[in-house]
């Protein structure tokens, strides 16, 4: 009888997109993980590594949480079938975070952004989105000081 291996499956090939500018210009509050609705040659795509999510967002529209501006390449392999690269994503979230989502984002200045597109254990596309409030440009730069200053340090950690 075979052992069966507790690693990940075949599916989570380690795809971690990360939107590297929204921790920079947005502070971060509540955040929430997400299932997006796909065809077949975006989540192949996706498993491919070919997706962004620079200059996206999120939106609630009659009670639907919708990604805007996703960027998946088309499928190499694809056929007329093939998706187009950008358009509105459907995100899968319960009634009640919708509800918390939709009260956040009547604020003003408060914007639901993406943080990190990953394959789940099952090989489902997963979207971890944040409830992200501007920063004031003060802000940024105590941002970039203080990952300046984390940097320095761990140099000065390795020299010992």
Not at 41 to 69: F, Q
Not at 74 to 84: L, Q
Not at 127 to 142: A, F, N, S, T
Request: with cysteine; net charge positive.
């Amino acid at each position: 009888m075979a052992k069966k291996n507790n690693t990940k499956s075949t599916f989570a090939k380690d795809i971690n997109i990360k939107n590297r500018r929204a921790t920079f210009d947005y502070a971060i509050g509540d955040t929430y993980t997400a299932g997006v609705v796909l065809t077949g040659t975006e989540i192949k795509s996706i498993r491919m590594g070919k997706a962004s999510l620079v200059d996206t967002y999120c939106y609630v529209h009659n009670g639907e949480v919708w990604i805007k501006n996703m960027y998946i390449a088309e499928y190499f392999y694809g056929t007329y079938n093939n998706h187009t690269e950008r358009h509105d994503r459907k995100l899968l979230l319960t009634k009640r975070e919708i509800e918390r989502i939709e009260k956040a984002n009547a604020e003003p200045g408060v914007t639901i952004v993406p943080l990190r597109l990953f394959i789940s254990q099952r090989g489902y596309a997963k979207i971890v989105i944040g409830i992200g409030r501007g920063k004031k440009e003060y802000d940024k730069r105590q941002s970039l000081k203080e990952r300046d200053d984390k940097r320095s340090m761990a140099r000065a950690m390795m020299k010992r």
